[in-house]
DNA sequence: CATTCTATTGACACTTGTTCAATAACGCCA
DNA sequence: TGGCGTTATTGAACAAGTGTCAATAGAATG
């Protein structure tokens, strides 16, 4: 098993090969967890010595971050900033290019989640780094404040907005039974205002 | 520095030392990631031989199980099932013992999330676990769903706003500028009833 | 105090991460 | 077409960490 099909090596350039093992890395890392995809492993799927993903990366900490990084520029550029409109609508539309991008990408965002979440302090700043990348636009978006103003209590929410609807979406692309992407994409947009709606002393009233 | 100072090794009870062991997995999980926790590591701090956590545990990988595990447990038993009054009363009770759980014991709980997130298969069905244990209790504090109709858009919104508020605690914990301890309370209490609310063709209405 | 039970050790085999001098593809020029 | 230089790529050797097991030594018991 595993037979070693190729004897000669093949050589690309730089950049080839630097793209081919982080695309591998990521796909990979959507069936296993951080610390189970080993050089080893790497290596071997991408049909090459241990020794080039060093030559690439310096080290296997420095390859995962890699890894992750990749998958968090993919999110970012793919969820193509939203158009202009009202802010409501705009909202709509960074949702679901948003949704849309973690159904057609979802190897690669629960790369994104699963490496950062768990890993060091490096990952999880890249982790940071995309949602803030994320949400920032919201409140861009919203200068005016017609949703929502710029408060301690508003910034954590948003915080907190910002996770729900990654529980959301991940749930619902594992088990999207009972619950059309129409209803979902309603309820992550319709949740942004209902939260900050719901902070005691705003002058929307809540709660 | 790190001098040995013990040369008599001490004989403990196997719980004594299983849980001296699963205590200082805990603690050691705090301010480093599960795969920085080698066994080398763990060894040395608690003064034991690498052999004896191999005797207790039979593997790393079970060995971060079990750490997980115990941090899970700690939770789930620390968070006082709720006493009775009306729902959303207990809601507010549930999400104050959740809190004030996670403030007092916010390196075991990071221990958790952290350890969940990035690991196996296994690591993170033991973190499902708790959090269902946590929300479960909403469902059945509630079994006349006069907060929560028990549908499957119901079912996905509790679950987001699990992680919501998971993500609440902990940003709130590192920086608790601006916003009070109530204030957090209200608004994560607040947050169901307006999230459930949000869902179209819902009864109560929505956006 | 000797004996027994078993918690604990330490040394050894194996897997995985890391380094580096040697190798061989590919483009270039005659 | 065929040699040549550049450099992408390799493989072997080393380091560090994981896992195994027979031997050791606390503690209780009589």
Do not use: C
């Not at 973690?102 to 982790?127: C, F, M, P, Q």
């Amino acid at each position: 098993m595993g037979s070693v099909t190729a004897t000669t090596r093949t050589r690309l350039t730089p950049e080839e090969r630097r793209s081919q093992l982080l695309d591998l890395g990521v796909r990979l890392l959507a069936t296993r967890s951080l610390d189970e995809l080993s050089i080893d492993l790497l290596a071997e799927e991408a049909g090459i010595s241990r020794g080039l993903l060093y030559h690439y990366f310096g080290s296997k900490q420095a390859f995962h971050e890699a890894v992750v990084r990749r998958a968090a520029d993919d999110l970012i550029a793919q969820t193509a900033p939203p158009a202009d409109g009202e802010p409501l609508e705009r909202l709509l539309t960074s949702v679901t290019a948003y949704v849309d991008y973690v159904v057609t990408n979802y190897e690669g965002y629960l790369s994104l989640v699963k490496g950062a979440a768990g890993g060091n302090e490096t990952l999880r700043e890249i982790y940071e780094e995309a949602r803030s990348a994320l949400t920032d636009r919201i409140f861009r978006e919203d200068a005016q404040g017609e949703i929502i103003p710029d408060t301690p209590v508003s910034r954590l929410i948003v915080r907190g907005w910002a996770a729900m609807t990654e529980e959301l979406v991940l749930a619902w692309v594992v088990d999207p039974t009972g619950v059309t992407r129409e209803e979902l994409l309603a309820v992550m947009a319709a949740s942004l205002p209902a939260l900050v709606a719901v902070v005691p002393g705003d002058p929307r009233g809540g709660a």
